[in-house]
Nanobody
Framework: QVQLVESGGGLVQAGGSLRLSCAAS????????MGWFRQAPGKEREFVAA????????GYADSVKGRFTISRDNAKNTLYLQMTSLEPEDTAVYYC????????????????WGQGTQVTVSS
């Protein structure tokens, strides 16, 4: 089991940038595939991005491709999501998640979840 804590959310104007971080506990962070998900009010949680344990494989939702970048630092047990060109439609609670599976890009594929961090993009 891994414990996850997100940070870096906040209020930003459209067109701005934010970097989210997810700190993981334990010594096995490097063995987990990691993902970012988000949930807007009244909507289901959706996939944003994922990265394999080594960082060699990444994937993105079409809605964020070219604007968001997922990365990880296994030495620091930390996952990142760099978000640029933010749009009001990106407003949501962002969650990081971990799975022992090789690579998954859907909610049900992850067993460990953080509490989330709010991102609000004003127009």
């Amino acid at each position: 089991q891994v414990q996850l804590v997100e940070s870096g959310g906040g209020l930003v104007q459209a067109g701005g940038s934010l970097r989210l971080s997810c700190a993981a506990s334990g010594r096995t962070f490097s063995s987990y595939t990691m993902g970012w998900f988000r949930q807007a009010p009244g909507k289901e949680r959706e996939f944003v991005a994922a990265i394999s344990w080594s960082g060699g494989l990444t994937g993105y939702a079409d809605s964020v491709k070219g604007r968001f970048t997922i990365s990880r630092d296994n030495a620091k047990n930390t996952l990142y999501l760099q978000m640029t060109s933010l749009e009001p439609e990106d407003t949501a609670v962002y969650y990081c998640a971990a799975t022992k599976a090789y690579y998954r890009n859907y909610v049900e594929g992850y067993e460990n979840w953080g509490q989330g961090t709010q991102v609000t993009v004003s127009s």
